[in-house]
Each structure stands twice: as structure tokens, then as C-alpha cells.
């Protein structure tokens, strides 16, 4: 007998139990939209262990990046129900949103009045890191530098297509690099559209090194009990594969370029990360 893999039963889970109840779903109060490799992943679990925070259907949704064009009640039933809500609340992880050109005014249409938490990360740690994960993911090919000296060809044009929400722009997601790490542009897309007391920008490095304190912190920027210590401050996501080093030339190339970026990114944040 075939067995039923995790991914395929909470598909399955979904299909029987969510969907059909989607009307009775409330929506999310918080999204943390990236960065990728940036510890989302980790944050997402210390906030849900909350015990005034409902974990939703899943993590990543991507319903602001890959299936906008589903509808809003399809978003709805990846939520908790309504009664449940009153005294509690809950968000979703979706990395994507941070880098997705639409994200931001996607959300700000729909859900004007949501808590934004973004992690950025050092630049070309982060770039490394995501080159890997794409590696364990089957998705990548290339070394890791034909893959940075490829990025631009191999993502030309994508951001022009996904002007139709049924695009779905793999390239732009999975071999974007260099540009996921100049967070400037992308920072800047959500403060065009929120007020900046609506988002909370977090420094990786500090969040790695600091977590209960930084945990601490998100929870009082979601409104919920500041005292509560979370019981498992383990990290995810952490792989134990050995990463190769970029070349001396490659890295000075990373190095010149991010030194102009985070400068751009420093100003705009008014706060200054020792990267």
C-alpha cells in the first residue's frame, strides 16, 4: 500500500475539512513576509507557540504571490474559525512576499489593518544560504557561482509577466539570489503602502543571538502577553550540509555592490545593522 505523504494528507485534509468550512474562517492578524532563509521559519514557530496565537493550515500560503487569482475565500479557509478568534490570534509565513513586486499592494488591498514582520539577513550569507536550500531542493543545477553569474539572464522578463496573477514566475522565485538580498526596493514597497506602525523589521544576526529577547519583543508588537517564554527556542530549518565559499573575486563583487544597497537600506530603516 502506497503511504500517503505529509504534504498530500494535509491536501487532502484541506479539501475535506477547510475549504467547505471557509465561510466560518476568520483572517489573519499578522504575516511574516521574509526574507527567505532569514529565520521566518523559526519565528513563525516561536509565535505560534503562543498560547493566545491559533496556528493556521499551514505556513506558507502564497496566496499574495503565487495564487492571487484564487479567491479570497480559498485564503479564508487556511485560517481558524471565527469563534476561536475573539480572544486569540493568528498569521502566516509566506517569504516570497517580501521580494514579489505585488505582494505588498496585494496585501495592503485586502487587509489595510495587518502587522508586517520582516527579518533581513547579511546579504551574502543570505545568498548562499538560498543557493543551497534551492540545491537540496533539486531545483539547482549550476555551482554556486555560474549560478550568481547567471541570475540576471535566467530572470529577465519575469517581473514583466507576472503582471497576470496566473503567472507563475519560478524563475523570479528560485533563482533570484543576488537581488532577494538588496532589500532596500523591497522594504520600501511595504512602507509605500503601510504605516510604518504596522511593520517590524528585525536584524537576523540580533534575532539568532538574542531569540527570547527578539521573541519577546514580537509579541508585544502583536498586541499579545510580552511575559510568555516560549518552551522550544530551538531553530529550524538549519541544514547540516557543509557550504562552499564564494571566490575571492565573486565576493569582493558581492561586497562593493551590497556596501552601496544596505547604506540605501539603513537611511530608509533609520537604523544601522552591523553587516
Known amino acids: 500500500m502506497k503511504l500517503i505523504t505529509q504534504r498530500r494528507r494535509k491536501k487532502l485534509l484541506f479539501g475535506l475539512t ?39 493550515h499551514r505556513k506558507e500560503i502564497q496566496y499574495f504571490s503565487r495564487y492571487f487569482y484564487r479567491s479570497w475565500d480559498w485564503y479564508r479557509a487556511h485560517f481558524p474559525f471565527h469563534s476561536r478568534l475573539h480572544e486569540n490570534i493568528c498569521g502566516e509565513a509566506s517569504p516570497y512576499y517580501i521580494f514579489h513586486p505585488y505582494a505588498a499592494e496585494r496585501i495592503h488591498s ?49 517581473v514583466e509577466k507576472m503582471c497576470t496573477p496566473t503567472y507563475l514566475p519560478f524563475k523570479h522565485e528560485h533563482f533570484s539570489y543576488v537581488e532577494k538580498s ?6 520600501q514597497r511595504y512602507l509605500s503602502v503601510f504605516p510604518r506602525n504596522q511593520i517590524m523589521i528585525i536584524q537576523s544576526e540580533r534575532f539568532f543571538r538574542e531569540t527570547a529577547e527578539v521573541t519577546r519583543a514580537v509579541y508585544e508588537f502583536l498586541g499579545i502577553d510580552g511575559t510568555f517564554v516560549p518552551p522550544n527556542l530551538e531553530p529550524a530549518n538549519v541544514s547540516p550540509r557543509k557550504k562552499d565559499q564564494l571566490v575571492p573575486q ?17 537611511e530608509l530603516i533609520g537604523e544601522r545593522y552591523d553587516w
Open 110 to 158: 485586502t487587509l489595510p489593518n495587518i502587522k508586517i514582520i520582516m527579518l533581513l539577513r547579511e546579504p551574502i550569507t543570505r545568498t548562499v544560504s538560498q543557493y543551497y536550500h534551492e540545491v537540496a531542493k533539486q531545483r539547482e543545477e549550476l555551482s554556486l557561482e555560474e549560478a550568481i553569474a547567471a541570475e540576471n539572464e535566467r530572470t529577465a522578463g519575469e
Open 182 to 187: 538588496n532589500y532596500v526596493d523591497q522594504v
Open 250 to 266: 565573486t565576493r569582493k563583487r558581492l561586497e562593493t555592490y551590497f556596501a552601496v544597497q544596505n547604506e540605501k537600506l539603513y
Open 18 to 56: 477547510s475549504y467547505p468550512t471557509r465561510k466560518r474562517r476568520g483572517e489573519p492578524d499578522f504575516i511574516i513576509v521574509g526574507a527567505e532563509k532569514a529565520g521566518t521559519t523559526s519565528l513563525h514557530d516561536y509565535i505560534n507557540q503562543h498560547p493566545s496565537v491559533i496556528e493556521g
